[in-house]
Every structure is written in C-alpha cells, then in structure tokens.
C-alpha cells in the first residue's frame, strides 16, 4: 500500500517536473531567443515523459498479459466442452436408429447391415489394457527403485537419457517393431508353450506386450520423480534404526511416495487405453469375444482407425465411429475423476 502511494506521488512529481520544463522551454525561446537552451529543455521534458509512460506501459502490459493467460485457461475449459458436445451431436444420429443396450451389450459389428454392437470391442480393450498394465507396473517399479536408490551416479545419468527417449518414440515405430519382432515369436514360441499350436501372433498377448512397452518410460520417469522426491532425512532416520535397504524402500519409500506412484499408474492406463496404430498392427483387428489371449481381437481406438475410410459411403458408420470415441473420452474421463479422488484420500492417508 506504501509502495502504491509512493509510486503515484513519484509520478505526479515527474508529470509536473515535465510540465514545468517544458513552460520553461517555451520562455526560453519566445522570451529569451535561446534555441538551444529550448532543445535541451524538450529533451528533458521528453525523457521524464517516456520514464512515466514507461510505469504506466509496464502496470498496462502486466495487465494485458494477465488477461491473456486467462483467456488461454479458459479456452482449454472450452476445448473440453467442445469436444465432448462435438462428439454427443454426433452421437445422436446413431442412437436415433440403434438402442444403446444394443450397442454396448451386443458382439455383432456389420456396419453394412447397419449392426454395430460394441460388447466384444470393449471386452477386448479392456483385457488388452488389464494385462499390460499387469506387465508394466510390476517392472516400471523395481525399474524406478534400481534407479533412484541402488544404481550409481554415473548408472543413473546414462539410463534416464535412454528411458526420456523411449517416451518420444511414435507409436508406429513400436507397431513396426511389433510386427518384425513380437508376431513371430508368439506364434511360433509362446503360443506353443501355452498348449496354442494355431496363433497368427497378431493377437491379444502381442497387443498387451508392445502396449506395456510402450507404458514402460511413463510410468518409470514419474516413479522417479516421486522417489526422488522423498526427503533424504526420512531414509536415513529409517535406516539409522536398523532397518535395511529393502525395508526402508518398503516401510519408508513406497508410503512417502505413494500418490506419485498411484499418478503416474493412472497415466499409464489412460496412454493404453487410447492406444491406436501400434495396437492396430498386432492385434488382428477381429471383433471377436476371444476364447485365448493368442486370438486375434478388436479394440475401440483401433476399431475408428481400421474403419474411419469407409465413413462417406456409410453415414451411419461414421455416428457409429464418433460413438465410440464418445466411449473413449467418456471412460478416459471417469477415470480421472475417481483417480484425482483417490489420490486426494492417499495424499491424507500416506502423509508425513
């Protein structure tokens, strides 16, 4: 408040001061005819104008820069409103023809005989989101733990470069690599092994593999940042008392760092879930209720990129398409909601 005060009687000093000089200007060359002495006088007037003009600019741009990042807030606000008003009108034209039991409950998808029943689609993504989360978790965790508490410096500083790039590869790469690599191993040795002697390895388990590979690098950089985000004190005074390297990983490190890890698991599952071209590639794209995990399946984001070119000849297909990306936002948004509520509980519950 001082400070405001100050700052408007330094301004109503420096207007005057200007005001002043440049009366005095105006005298110097109509009363004495001193061309010179009116310059220098102008000049000064000039300067503590433009020193005022500075304030004021500076109080007007902190002013319009305010209003800009709110108006860049709110615009995400809308966007997410948008989005999901784009994707129910859309959705209308279909339920208008289609009841949505039959929709969802329903495994037959004929888009040419105006069947569109999404039942084995979803029970496909959600058994291809399930088992890589399975085979992430686990191994991100012990990955992150390795990392922060039992590598050396120099181990550390060269893995995390390799685990931040494997987050940027394209998802088509991992596709690529799928389709080369993973495809023929299922099919001629995993498959096998499991009693499955007829798999064409695009199928679930392939699907579920590079999708947790892909999971990988998420989960792992947030694991890290949350157990690196523990207080050192804290690890120390457990393992002062006699607990070991383990126990204080267990007892001290996992609670600490608990709701950082829940986070960085609920992003995992919101990157599977949505997941589309690698899982394209390997996943059979068969609307079928599989009887094995070596059988070829169908997953919602995969369904809109195998289908989305035949969208103009079939106007009710292309409803059925935004449908489904309706699901997706829809399912993606509900768990984020209890995800953002069950880390509030955690965050009380495992708080130091």
Request: hydrophobic share 60%; net charge positive; charged share 10%.
């Amino acid at each position: 408040m001082r400070f405001n005060k100050a700052s408007t009687v330094i301004r109503k000093k420096s207007f005057f001061s200007a005001l002043l000089i440049l009366i005095l200007s105006l005298l110097s060359l109509l009363v004495f005819h001193n061309s010179l002495l009116f310059f220098v006088l102008i000049i000064i007037a000039v300067i503590l104008i433009f020193l005022d003009f500075i304030v004021i600019s500076r109080k007007l741009f902190d002013t319009i820069g305010t209003k800009v990042i709110l108006s860049i807030t709110l615009f995400i606000v809308v966007l997410f409103f948008f989005l999901f008003i784009v994707l129910l009108n859309g959705s209308f034209f279909l339920l208008e023809h289609q009841s949505l039991s039959n929709l969802l409950f329903s495994s037959t998808w004929k888009p040419f005989s105006n069947k569109f029943g999404l039942f084995a689609v979803i029970i496909d993504t959600l058994l291809v989101t399930a088992i890589s989360l399975v085979i992430a978790i686990p191994i991100s965790l012990f990955t992150a733990i390795y990392i922060t508490e039992y590598a050396p410096a120099k181990v550390r500083s060269t893995i995390r470069p390799f685990i931040d790039v494997l987050a940027g590869v394209p998802s088509v790469v991992f596709g690529l690599c799928a389709l080369l690599v993973f495809v023929p191993v299922v099919r001629d040795v995993i498959a096998p092994f499991f009693g499955v002697n007829i798999s064409s390895g695009f199928c679930i388990f392939t699907a579920s593999l590079i999708l947790s590979i892909m999971v990988f690098p998420i989960i792992i950089s947030l694991c890290i940042e949350s157990f690196s985000s523990v207080p050192i004190a804290l690890k120390e005074a457990s393992l002062s008392l006699g607990a070991t390297k383990w126990e204080t990983v267990k007892k001290v490190l996992f609670r600490a760092s608990g709701p950082g890890v829940l986070s960085a698991i609920f992003l995992g599952f919101g990157r599977a879930f949505g997941e589309t071209i690698a899982v394209a590639m390997v996943i059979g794209n068969q609307e079928l209720i599989p009887s094995t995990l070596f059988g070829p399946g169908q997953t919602l984001a995969s369904l809109i990129a195998n289908n989305y070119v035949e969208i103009s000849s079939i106007p009710l297909l292309e409803s059925a398409l935004i449908f489904v990306a309706l699901i997706l936002f829809a399912v993606v948004l509900l768990f984020n909601i209890g995800a953002y509520i069950i880390m509030k509980k955690a965050s009380k519950r495992w708080k130091y």
